[in-house]
């Protein structure tokens, strides 16, 4: 490759930054080869910035010790419509299911005798579920990050950011699930003014058990699907996240269950199991936290990325406030199992725009440099979702994909008799007002979000999903309840609302 076209400066078109072909500035046929990777990514038509990012793996096997990734960053090539809906297609569905499988195991265990005994096992629920937000989402889009800009293309790389970023949600789990414990008994321990032991060991075994292992197996799966993705020539950002979200409600819940009704089983005749349980998996965490602080990937996060963690609970906290004051009126029980499919999908979709945003904004360079286009402090509305770069085209994608995805949710439910309304044409159309209202919040405010962290020097793959997906819970569970309420007043006794 000839120092002519190293200084040659890329093309704008459509507000995204299209590759050099090589074979139309340098008629002695210089660059063929990058021509021929060109070629080779626009017949898949599914994969960003491929051809580049084969230049900037070959600058990172050259020397792995510069964080240099070649004399011009890599530069996305354009998706179509098309593309990105058929690869974000399968995985939406499939988180959308993951939400109903998980709403359904709540309503079968919630019968089992932990749940009528502990109560405040209920108040884990929420809490540990929000992990999948918080830790494994944001985790797929930093992988994700990672393998779109040739981070992960060496076998050293890929151990590196297996091993740093694996001990890093091990760090974070842990200490979330052990806090997450605390609030339990706290809140159950304030309205009864009565206190155990026994019950605030069970729940501390039970939650950092729970976010522990839940965490393992999710972040393993993540890697796969990443490493997965990249082979099969899909851009991981489309899948990785929607996977996490689908297999994490109802992995998390099934071990929360599993865990607790085991251990409440040896709470009386082996009272000791519960207190070992709990100090082995905090006993670990001095072995989590020195593998993540001798990973220069994850360092950083592991002393700055507790902010969005905490906030992005707090946030969901008052979504549960609302689902519990509304849930416990009679009229709008049947609220209970539309809650995380409605809250599911919008974390889901605006996790897919969020890990989207930050990879285009990480092929300019480091966060707070300017990106080819100006950041946008408070975009508008037709630029978030009219302009004609990819993510805007992304954000339409997503966005009609809320309607008939919901369609198949609400009839899955129905199908399994779950909750207690009838889908009357009234419901429905209250029902996907709510969820297409949330969804463009969401995606406006990703679109903001963002572009605003990486003015700040902030990385979105390691801030912003938490927020986004606590705010979707927050914005669907207001939004749903309001849905119940303007149905009840109105009458609309044959959808038989909390019947």
């Given at each position: 490759?000839?120092?002519?076209?190293?200084?040659?400066?890329?093309?704008?078109?459509?507000?995204?930054?299209?590759?050099?072909?090589?074979?139309?500035?340098?008629?002695?046929?210089?660059?063929?080869?990058?021509?021929?990777?060109?070629?080779r990514?626009n017949?898949?038509?599914?994969?960003?910035?491929?051809?580049?990012?084969?230049?900037?793996?070959?600058?990172?096997e050259?020397?792995?010790?510069?964080?240099?990734?070649?004399?011009?960053?890599?530069?996305?090539?354009?998706?179509?419509?098309?593309?990105?809906?058929?690869?974000?297609?399968?995985?939406?569905?499939?988180?959308g299911?993951?939400?109903v499988?998980?709403?359904?195991?709540?309503?079968?265990?919630?019968?089992?005798?932990?749940?009528?005994h502990?109560?405040?096992?209920?108040?884990?629920?929420?809490?540990?579920?929000?992990?999948?937000?918080?830790l494994?989402?944001?985790?797929?889009?930093r992988?994700?990050?990672?393998a779109?800009?040739?981070?992960?293309d060496?076998?050293?790389?890929?151990?590196?950011?297996?091993?740093?970023?694996?001990?890093?949600?091990?760090?974070?789990?842990?200490?979330?699930?052990?806090?997450?414990?605390?609030?339990?008994?706290?809140f159950?321990?304030?309205p009864?003014?009565?206190?155990?032991?026994?019950?605030?060991?069970?729940?501390?075994?039970?939650?950092?058990?729970?976010?522990?292992?839940?965490?393992?197996?999710?972040?393993?799966?993540?890697?796969?699907?990443?490493?997965?993705?990249?082979?099969?020539?899909?851009?991981?950002?489309?899948?990785?996240?929607?996977?996490?979200?689908?297999?994490?409600?109802?992995?998390?819940?099934?071990?929360?269950?599993g865990?607790?009704?085991?251990?409440?089983?040896?709470?009386?005749?082996?009272?000791?199991?519960?207190?070992?349980?709990?100090?082995?998996?905090?006993?670990?965490?001095?072995?989590?936290?020195?593998?993540?602080?001798?990973?220069?990937?994850?360092r950083?996060?592991?002393?700055?990325?507790?902010?969005?963690?905490?906030?992005?609970?707090?946030?969901?906290?008052?979504?549960?406030?609302?689902?519990?004051?509304?849930?416990?009126?009679?009229?709008?029980?049947?609220?209970?199992?539309?809650?995380?499919?409605?809250?599911?999908?919008?974390?889901?979709?605006?996790?897919?725009?969020?890990?989207?945003?930050?990879?285009?904004?990480?092929?300019s360079?480091?966060?707070?440099?300017?990106?080819?286009?100006?950041p946008?402090?408070?975009?508008?509305?037709?630029?978030?979702?009219?302009?004609?770069?990819?993510?805007?085209?992304?954000?339409?994608?997503?966005?009609?994909?809320?309607?008939?995805?919901?369609?198949?949710?609400?009839?899955?439910?129905?199908?399994?008799?779950?909750?207690h309304?009838?889908?009357?044409?009234?419901?429905?159309?209250?029902?996907m007002?709510?969820?297409?209202?949330?969804?463009?919040?969401?995606?406006?405010?990703?679109?903001?979000?963002?572009?605003?962290?990486?003015?700040?020097?902030?990385?979105p793959?390691?801030?912003?999903?938490?927020?986004?997906?606590a705010?979707?819970?927050?914005?669907?569970?207001?939004?749903?309840?309001?849905?119940?309420?303007?149905l009840?007043?109105?009458?609309?006794?044959?959808?038989?609302?909390?019947?």
């Open positions: 490759m000839t120092s002519t076209l190293e200084h040659k400066e890329p093309p704008q078109a459509n507000g995204a930054v299209l590759p050099v072909v090589p074979g139309d500035c340098l008629p002695d046929g210089t660059g063929v080869e990058v021509v021929v990777l060109e070629s990514a017949a898949k038509g599914v994969r960003e910035e491929d051809a580049l990012l084969e230049n900037g793996s070959q600058s990172n050259s020397d792995d010790t510069s964080t240099d990734r070649g004399p011009e960053p890599p530069s996305p090539l354009k998706e179509t419509s098309f593309s990105i809906g058929l690869q974000v297609l399968f995985p939406f569905l499939l988180a299911f993951g939400t499988a998980a709403g359904m195991v709540l309503d079968i265990v919630q019968h089992w005798d932990v749940f009528k502990v109560t405040e096992v209920f108040i884990l629920v929420p809490a540990l579920l929000g992990l999948k937000g918080n494994e989402m944001t985790l797929a889009s992988l994700s990050t990672a779109n800009i040739g981070q992960m060496t076998p050293k790389e890929l151990w590196k950011m297996i091993t740093g970023n694996m001990a890093l949600i091990q760090v974070q789990a842990t200490v979330v699930g052990f806090l997450a414990s605390i609030a339990a008994v706290v159950g321990w304030i009864d003014g009565h206190f155990s032991m026994d019950h605030a060991v069970l729940l501390c075994a039970s939650s950092v058990a729970t976010a522990f292992i839940a965490s393992l197996v999710l972040g393993m799966i993540m890697i796969g699907v990443i490493i997965g993705s990249r082979k099969m020539g899909i851009n991981p950002d489309n899948v990785a996240t929607p996977i996490a979200a689908s297999l994490g409600d109802l992995i998390t819940l099934a071990l929360l269950s865990i607790s009704w085991g251990l409440y089983k040896e709470l009386e005749s082996k009272a000791y199991v519960n207190p070992l349980v709990c100090a082995f998996f905090l006993s670990l965490l001095p072995i989590w936290i020195i593998i993540a602080r001798r990973n220069s990937a994850t950083e996060v592991l002393y700055s990325g507790w902010e969005p963690v905490i906030i992005a609970m707090a946030i969901s906290s008052v979504g549960g406030l609302i689902l519990d004051r509304t849930v416990s009126d009679p009229n709008f029980a049947g609220m209970a199992v539309f809650t995380p499919v409605i809250n599911g999908v919008g974390g889901n979709l605006v996790a897919v725009q969020a890990s989207r945003i930050s990879t285009y904004l990480h092929m360079g480091e966060p707070g440099d300017s990106p080819g286009t100006a946008r402090k408070c975009p508008s509305p037709c630029s978030t979702f009219f302009s004609s770069d990819v993510n805007s085209r992304s954000a339409r994608v997503l966005f009609l994909l809320v309607v008939p995805g919901h369609l198949v949710f609400l009839y899955t439910i129905h199908s399994m008799q779950g909750g309304t009838t889908l009357t044409l009234i419901f429905i159309v209250f029902y007002t709510a969820a297409l209202l949330q969804v463009l919040i969401l995606l406006y405010i990703a679109d903001w979000m963002v572009h605003w962290m990486w003015g700040r020097h902030l990385d793959d390691n801030f912003s999903i938490p927020y986004l997906t705010l979707g819970d927050l914005i669907g569970t207001g939004l749903l309840a309001l849905s119940f309420h303007v009840w007043l109105i009458g609309d006794r044959d959808s038989d609302v909390g019947d």
